[in-house]
């Protein structure tokens, strides 16, 4: 590469669009549609908040009755889609089968318009998430509760348990703290799929795909597993000298936007200490996670991230391991629409240049004079 030629990896740095959704920043602020993330955790419902993602500001009382009632009416999966889960098998990887059946969903609902097919979508998406590792293993389909909110029928459909009430708005605010994360890398995934005007199932399918590696949706559930080996806060020194010794990653550390801290770990943190204290439990699994937090900050300079400390509220709670980045998607889907809807708006397809370093005057050699031929 040309010494003067400067490439910006991963799109560091680099502002693609304007946007009124959310913005991160890395001295720790987060908003939504302008309001700090603090103002929504400890007073919005997630119904209010996705309202105020997908329209842009927060509903009156009629308004958030009328959208409860739209999502309740669209909550109903079609029995081809929960069919093409169970077709693929109790090996099936929990995101393959949610990215698969809203595929399907896609085919199923192909007559319907953008705007149907998001509320669709966004509505259904609770249900596929709670049943993706279920239905593959030939267990029966949890379903929605009658009654119960967004944030509880969820919560119920995962762990077929009655949670307090307090557990039940601890996971509320965990919902709200994944809905929406400016351009990460499902986010803009979905916004390049929109950009070719390909409708939402398919931006909402890709976005999935983006959200199965383990640096971005898969963190939580790698998170919550290297704390299950780890287990004593006493053993984090040397867990962490020998990840750091053979160049291995420790999960649920770094952001590539907040370098001092990651404001949606630290509320999450405060309902980990009360989740163990309102039970009156051994609090090993808090300081097992401060202890791993101060580490890192002391050696690396890095601060958890959300993942990091929603892992253990999820297991907390009682969600089994492989559902924790589906829980991912059931809330962020209503962040992935309002990109969508954003990016078609004023839309320009997106199609970044890339800097060539390779060979170039090559010459054609026939396949019987090369060499080895």
């Not at 693609?16 to 959704?21: D, M, N, S």
């Not at 009655?162 to 995934?189: C, G, K, Q």
Request: glycine content about 6%; proline content about 6%; aromatic content about 8%.
């Amino acid at each position: 590469m040309p010494e003067h030629v400067k490439v910006a990896r991963g799109l560091a740095g680099v502002s693609i669009t304007e946007t009124r959704i959310g913005k991160s920043d890395e001295d720790g602020t987060l908003v939504y549609r302008g309001y700090p993330i603090r103002e929504l955790t400890d007073k919005a419902s997630f119904e209010e908040t996705a309202f105020l993602i997908t329209k842009g500001r927060l509903p009156t009382r009629s308004e958030l009755e009328e959208f409860n009632a739209s999502m309740t009416a669209e909550m109903a999966v079609p029995p081809k889609a929960l069919d093409v889960m169970k077709d693929l098998g109790k090996e099936a990887h929990p995101i393959d089968a949610l990215r698969t059946a809203c595929s399907a969903l896609g085919s199923i609902d192909r007559t319907r318009s953008a705007s149907e097919q998001q509320a669709s979508i966004e509505a259904k998406m609770s249900v596929l998430a709670a049943n993706c590792h279920r239905i593959p293993r030939g267990e029966r389909p949890r379903l929605p509760r009658e009654g119960l909110g967004f944030a509880a029928s969820l919560l119920h459909m995962l762990t077929d348990k009655e949670a307090t009430a307090y557990e039940s708005w601890v996971f509320e605010r965990a919902l709200i703290l994944y809905m929406e994360h400016d351009l990460n890398a499902s986010s803009f995934t979905v916004r390049v799929v929109a950009s070719t005007l390909a409708d939402p199932y398919a931006a909402v399918s890709a976005g999935l795909a983006s959200l199965k590696g383990p640096l971005h949706g898969g963190a939580n559930e790698a998170a919550m597993d290297m704390l299950l080996r780890v287990r004593n806060p006493e053993e984090v020194p040397s867990y962490i000298d020998e990840a750091l010794r053979e160049g291995r990653k420790v999960i649920g550390f770094g952001h590539r936007v907040y370098k001092k801290f990651d404001p949606r770990a630290l509320i999450l943190k405060d309902y980990l200490r009360e989740i163990l204290r309102r039970r009156g439990d051994d609090d090993v699994l808090y300081r097992l996670c401060d202890a791993m937090e101060g580490e890192m900050m002391r050696r690396k300079g890095i601060p958890a991230n959300l993942d990091f400390y929603a892992a253990p509220v999820f297991y907390l709670l009682g969600v089994e391991i492989p559902l924790y980045t589906p829980i991912f998607a059931a809330s962020r889907v209503f962040g992935w629409m309002a990109h969508y809807d954003e990016q078609v708006a004023e839309n320009k397809l997106i199609r970044p240049d890339a800097t060539y370093v390779g060979p170039t005057d090559l010459v054609y050699v026939p396949v019987e004079k090369r060499q080895g031929a």
